[in-house]
T-cell receptor, first 113, second 115 residues
């Protein structure tokens, strides 16, 4: 138990569907992150939020839409995805955005069919 | 930008033998360096970090890492490997992106410990 909870753990969606991934942290942290992990590729930073404001959008396609309603919750809204978007999506949090240790959730496995 | 390199995609070691997983870094200024481990079907777990101080850093599960400034390396080590250490290991360095400090990860090294 890392204190970062992701739901659902597994998701299968069609290319025309709309779904969301949810992340919740119970660590009192102020920064949250979305990473994408694909086979044979390095971890890709997607979004960073600090104190609920987006501070980094790493050139992610608009079919991925993040939402951070408060410092404990982070969502990744998905729509009209492509099969190549199938991957493990990892949420993480840290105390702040000054380079402290980040703590990961268990990930959400996404398959786009 | 800061970066780390993990030159080995895979490391094989026999149980009971010492293990080393290599990482080299490229930074301007003083590096903040991290090691994470990922077990199958799990998220990444923090093992240890170096910010300043003693060059030998001790972490979780008996792992340690040695910061070597002259060789720009931060290799992960363990004196005696266990089969349960088999996992994917990531080295990371603190980088500055858009005004925030973000860890940048290496490509990962798969460690396989044989019984």
């Amino acid at each position: 138990e890392t204190g970062v909870t992701q739901t659902p753990r597994h998701l299968v969606m069609g290319m025309t569907n709309k779904k969301s991934l949810k992340c919740e942290q119970h660590l009192g942290h102020n920064a949250m992150y979305w990473y994408k992990q694909s086979a044979k590729k390095p971890l890709e930073l997607m979004f960073v939020y600090s104190l609920e404001e987006r501070v980094e959008n790493n050139s992610v396609p608009s079919r991925f839409s993040p939402e951070c309603p408060n410092s404990s919750h982070l969502f990744l809204h998905l729509h009209t995805l492509q099969p190549e978007d199938s991957a493990l999506y990892l949420c993480a949090s840290s105390l702040d955005s000054s380079g402290n240790t980040i703590y990961f959730g268990e990930g959400s496995w996404l398959t786009v069919v | 930008a800061q970066s780390v390199a993990q030159p080995e995609d895979q490391v094989n070691v026999a149980e009971g033998n010492p293990l080393t997983v290599k990482c080299t870094y490229s930074v301007s200024g003083n590096p903040y360096l991290f090691w994470y481990v990922q077990y199958p079907n799990r998220g990444l777990q923090f093992l240890l970090k170096y910010i300043t101080g003693d060059n030998l850093v001790k972490g979780s599960y008996g792992f340690e890492a040695e910061f070597n400034k002259s060789q720009t390396s931060f290799h992960l080590k363990k004196p005696s490997a266990l089969v349960s250490d088999s996992a994917l290991y990531f080295c990371a360095v603190r980088d500055l992106l858009g005004g925030s400090y973000i860890p940048t990860f290496g490509r990962g090294t798969s460690l396989i410990v044989h019984p």
